[in-house]
């Protein structure tokens, strides 16, 4: 993995679609629960919630990144397409916690192990109070990883889904099963 595309990985992971679309979801609960109660459940709110969030990912991901250099790891998630699909669920777990090596071995994700936890403890430094403790931010670690299994499933499944509702799509103009 080059500099370049390190870098393209950081941005398109932190505001790429999937991202974006995420952030709204999470911030969106938040505000419906009203949690941080600090921040209100107005849009005032929802926008503290979703830069919180947003600020989060870019340091998780940036942290991550710069590890992965160091320690010759590949953040990116590689899809098992193709597979049976019990298999994929199964790819999309693995690599939550797996990346590949410069040599494109599987190694643990060293680095996803130390910027998500990293992330959610520095956050507490400029977190509300009620969300700045060591046990939400222990909380978060989970989530962190429960957001990378979500987005591993993203990755692995968008494709099919997109090739399958387009090539209808495409085929129901065109009145042919070869566009």
């Known amino acids: 993995m080059t ?54 990912v870019a340091t998780s991901n940036t942290i991550e990144a710069g590890l992965g250099a160091i320690w010759g790891e590949d953040p990116r998630y590689v899809r098992a397409a193709g597979a049976p699909f019990k298999k994929r669920l199964g790819n999309i777990i693995k690599m939550t916690f797996v990346a590949q090596n410069s040599h494109g071995e599987l190694m643990p994700a060293y680095a996803r192990f130390v910027a998500i936890p990293a992330n959610n403890f520095l956050s507490n430094t400029w977190r509300a109070d009620s969300e700045g403790t060591v046990s939400r931010a222990s909380l978060r670690i989970g989530f962190g990883f429960l957001g990378r299994i979500a987005g591993n499933a993203f990755e692995e499944f968008w494709p099919d889904v997109q090739q399958r509702v387009f090539s209808r799509k495409a085929v129901a103009q065109s009145g042919s099963p070869n566009p």
Do not use: K
């Open 3 to 56: 500099a370049e595309q390190r870098v393209r990985w950081v941005v398109e992971s932190t505001v790429g679609p999937p991202s974006l679309i995420g952030g709204m979801f999470s911030a969106g609960w938040g505000t419906l629960v009203d949690v941080p109660r600090e921040y209100g459940t107005h849009w005032d709110g929802f926008g503290a919630r979703y830069g919180m969030r947003l600020a989060g």
